[in-house]
């Protein structure tokens, strides 16, 4: 008589779920890292706003011979701000003042950065 060998070819569910948690794991410890480039991203995106607008404040200033602002008057299609364009839902404030440091609240509905031109 002949033996067979019951032998299947594929994988137990133990090994299944061991590559599920490893996977797992791995995500886990990659999130973090995400969200820490993500965080970055958005305040280098946010201070570069604030920097084109205290840039067209400093132009806005000299042109007129004023030492106040409003947003109104430097973002718009004829203005020197074409768009402003929210990256964390952050705001910006209404208007600027010459020499007046500039906050920039509620990114990300939680951080706050502050720009001195």
Do not use: W
């Amino acid at each position: 008589m002949k033996k067979h060998n019951s032998s299947s070819k594929g994988f137990t569910l133990v090994e299944i779920m061991i590559v599920v948690v490893i996977i797992g794991l791995l995500a886990a410890m990659a999130i973090p890292a995400f969200q820490k480039v993500r965080t970055s991203s958005q305040d280098k995106a946010v201070l570069n706003n604030a920097r084109q607008l205290a840039a067209a404040a400093d132009q806005y200033f000299l042109e007129n011979g004023v030492s106040s602002v409003s947003v109104n008057s430097l973002v718009g299609s004829t203005n020197y701000v074409k768009s402003l364009n929210l990256v964390a839902s952050e705001s910006y404030p209404g208007g600027f003042t010459q020499g007046i440091t500039i906050t920039v609240s509620a990114i990300a509905g939680q951080r706050t950065i502050t720009y001195a031109p």
